[in-house]
């Protein structure tokens, strides 16, 4: 076999070889962010589900030691102040009325492998009253910055603006 040919054909193995070396790392870099999505899905609705239980431990394992939380014209700086938040509320005498986040139009933007920022709708319902019906008694938009930490997502910045 001509040389020239000889060190084509190798170069032509070797090209395809390392295309599907790159594809694969693609494969696993798709299959992490798909599980990164999951995990911060997750976390948006495990939000909701441990502060309508009034379950202080839940709620405070959602966020970073260092979260910043502004609402309502309201600011809680570090873990200290979301569990005293979260405290007041589980202790707070119940509502006459069960009330239940929905969280929806869920948006998620990956800014780095360990970052990503997150928008959704949130609504409060409220009910049942006398004749059966809930009502949406509050609505509004979650802006996150969630971060991954230790392996596990949690949410660094949160800013429910009114």
Do not use: C
Not at 4 to 25: K, Q
Not at 47 to 72: C, I, L, M, P
Not at 99 to 112: A, C, D, G, Q
């Amino acid at each position: 076999m001509h040389r020239l040919t000889r060190f084509v054909l190798i170069l032509v193995t070797i090209t395809v070889g390392m295309s599907s070396l790159e594809s694969l790392a693609a494969d696993a870099r798709m299959d992490t962010r798909a599980e990164d999505y999951a995990e911060i899905q997750t976390l948006i609705v495990k939000y909701a589900h441990v502060y309508d239980a009034r379950d202080v431990e839940g709620y405070v394992s959602v966020f970073t030691d260092d979260v910043k939380f502004t609402f309502n014209g309201g600011n809680l700086n570090g873990i200290g102040e979301v569990r005293e938040f979260i405290t007041n509320v589980a202790n707070s005498p119940e509502p006459a009325m069960k009330s239940y986040h929905s969280i929806s139009n869920t948006l998620i933007e990956f800014v780095s492998d360990t970052e990503a920022h997150h928008r959704s709708y949130w609504q409060i319902i409220m009910g049942p009253y006398d004749d059966g019906q809930y009502i949406v008694g509050n609505m509004g938009v979650y802006e996150d910055v969630i971060v991954k930490e230790n392996g596990k997502w949690l949410i660094k910045q949160r800013n429910i603006p009114f």
